[in-house]
C-alpha cells in the first residue's frame, strides 16, 4: 500500500510540468499570459468547490473568521508560479524551467527549516544538507548551460540576457514551500484539506484578476480574446485540474508518507516529466534533445533536491 503513496506522489509532482505546458495553449488562445493564469485558477477554483460541496467540507468555511491574515495569503504563491511557468518554458524549456523551479524550491525549503520561519519547526543543517544544496546549484548550473545554442524565444525578441529569467524561475520555485507553510498553518485550523486549497485557489483568483484588471487599465497586455478558445485542443483546459490535483494530492500525502518524503517524490515527478516534454515536444512545445551534459545536469539536480530533502 506505501508503494501506492510513493508512486501517487511521483505522478503528482509530474502534474506541475504538465500543467504549465498545457497552459501555453490556453496563453496562444487567450492572447495574454495574465488572461491565462486567471482562467486556470478559477477553473482549479471552482473544481474545488465542487469537491469540498461533495465531501462536506464546506461548513469549515465557517471556521476562517478566526483565522490570523496572514494565513490566508498561500494562494498569492500560485498566480506567481503559473504566469512564470508560461512565461519561462517557450524561452528556457521546459527542462530548464523546472530545474530553476526544483531549485528555488530547495533554497527556500532550506531557508524556511534554518530559520524556522513562518511556524516551519527549526531543523539544524547537515553535511548531506549542504551536499545537496552545492549539488543542486551545480546541476541546474549544468542544465541552463547544456542548452548552449537552442532556440530562444527571448534571443528572438531582440534580448541575449537569461539572467532576468532565470531570476524569475528561482523565485517562482521559492514561493511553492512559502506557500504550502502558510496552507500548513492554515490547515492546523481549518483541518480540512480540501477546504484550505479552496481558500488558497480562491485568494489565488482574485490576486490574478486585481493584476489582469490593473495591466489592462495601464495598457501593459492585451485584452483575453475568448472566442479562440473554441479551436483550442481539450487538454488546454488541464492545467486547472492539475494545479488543484497537485494541492491536495500534497496535503493528503504528507501525513502519511511525510513531508520531506513528499517533497523529495514530487520534485522527483517534475523533473521527469519536464524531460520528458523536452525530450519529445509534448503539448506543442518545441522539441529540446536530452545532450549528455544536460541529462548529466539533470542527474545531478535530482540527486541534490534527494540528499536535501531526506537528509
Known amino acids: 500500500m506505501e508503494a501506492i503513496f510513493l508512486l501517487s506522489a511521483v505522478a503528482v509532482g509530474g502534474l506541475l510540468a504538465v500543467q504549465a505546458s498545457v ?11 495574465y488572461g491565462a493564469s486567471t482562467l486556470q485558477l478559477a477553473v482549479a477554483a471552482v473544481l474545488l468547490l465542487v469537491v469540498a460541496g461533495v465531501a462536506g467540507q464546506l ?23 503559473i504566469t512564470s511557468a ?11 524551467s523546472v530545474g530553476l523551479f526544483v531549485t528555488g524550491q530547495v533554497l527556500a525549503s532550506l531557508a524556511l527549516d534554518f530559520g524556522g520561519l513562518l511556524g516551519v519547526p527549526r531543523e539544524p543543517a547537515s553535511i548531506g544538507v549542504v551536499v545537496g544544496a552545492v549539488a543542486v546549484l551545480v546541476g541546474i548550473t549544468a542544465v541552463i548551460r547544456g542548452q548552449g545554442g537552442a532556440a530562444s524565444t527571448a534571443a528572438s525578441e531582440g534580448s541575449t540576457a537569461r539572467g532576468p529569467w532565470i531570476a524569475l524561475g528561482l523565485t517562482a520555485g521559492a514561493v511553492l514551500p512559502i506557500q504550502g ?15 484550505v486549497a479552496l481558500v488558497s485557489f480562491t485568494v489565488a483568483t482574485v490576486t490574478i484578476v486585481v493584476v489582469l484588471l490593473g495591466l489592462l487599465a495601464l495598457n501593459r497586455t492585451p485584452r483575453p480574446q475568448l472566442r479562440p478558445l473554441r479551436g483550442m485542443p481539450w487538454w488546454g483546459w488541464l492545467g486547472g485540474a492539475a494545479a488543484a490535483t497537485y494541492v491536495t494530492a500534497t496535503f493528503l500525502l504528507i501525513p502519511v508518507v511525510g513531508a520531506a518524503t513528499t517533497v523529495a517524490l514530487t520534485v522527483t515527478g517534475q523533473q521527469i516529466a519536464s524531460a520528458a516534454v523536452d525530450q519529445y515536444g509534448l503539448f506543442r512545445l518545441p522539441s529540446r534533445r536530452l545532450t549528455p551534459s544536460r541529462l548529466a545536469g539533470l542527474a545531478v539536480l535530482l540527486g541534490g533536491s534527494l540528499l536535501v530533502q531526506l537528509s
Open 86 to 96: 508560461i512565461l519561462l518554458f517557450p524561452r528556457l524549456g521546459a527542462l530548464a
Open 23 to 33: 497552459n501555453l495553449q490556453l496563453t496562444r488562445a487567450v492572447g495574454t499570459p
Open 181 to 195: 507553510a502558510i496552507n500548513a498553518a492554515l490547515r492546523r485550523e481549518v483541518r480540512e484539506p480540501i477546504t
Open 59 to 81: 461548513g469549515a468555511l465557517g471556521e476562517l473568521a478566526g483565522v490570523a491574515p496572514w494565513k490566508l495569503l498561500g494562494g498569492i504563491a500560485s498566480p506567481i508560479y
